[in-house]
């Protein structure tokens, strides 16, 4: 059974950056990619950034382009989304989870770790 613990999260300032880890245990084959999702007070879950377990294919929601970074480090069993310049929108509860390939829709994921608060507030 797959497990994904997510960390990082906290209260930063506007322009600020947090780093988030997502450590994963339990992958098939028939998941190789693991994204980041989030829900922002009042929203939806949105898909925010996806990585496939080499690193090929990436995906960033068109709001955090340039701001957030995807990396995986296989050997740790773990994925991390560096986000710098971040905005009071960025506010949500970010989650990572997996995926046979990277997907926009976080519907495309499967279980999902607890989540991890980010605040961005001045």
């Known amino acids: 059974q797959v497990q994904l613990v997510e960390s990082g999260g906290g209260l930063v300032q506007p322009g600020g950056s947090l780093r988030l880890s997502c450590a994963a245990s339990g992958f098939t084959l028939d998941e190789d990619a693991i994204g980041w999702l989030r829900q922002a007070p009042g929203k939806e879950h949105e898909g925010v950034a996806c990585i496939s377990i080499y690193g090929v294919t990436t995906y960033y929601v068109d709001s955090v382009k340039g701001r957030f970074t995807i990396s995986r480090d296989n050997a740790k069993n773990t994925v991390y989304l560096l986000m710098d310049s971040l905005k009071p929108e960025d506010t949500a509860v970010y989650y990572c989870?997996?995926?046979?390939?990277?997907?926009?829709?976080?519907?495309?994921?499967?279980?999902w770790g607890q989540g991890t608060q980010v605040t961005v507030s001045s």
């Open positions: 989870a997996v995926a046979p390939i990277c997907r926009s829709d976080p519907r495309a994921y499967g279980p």
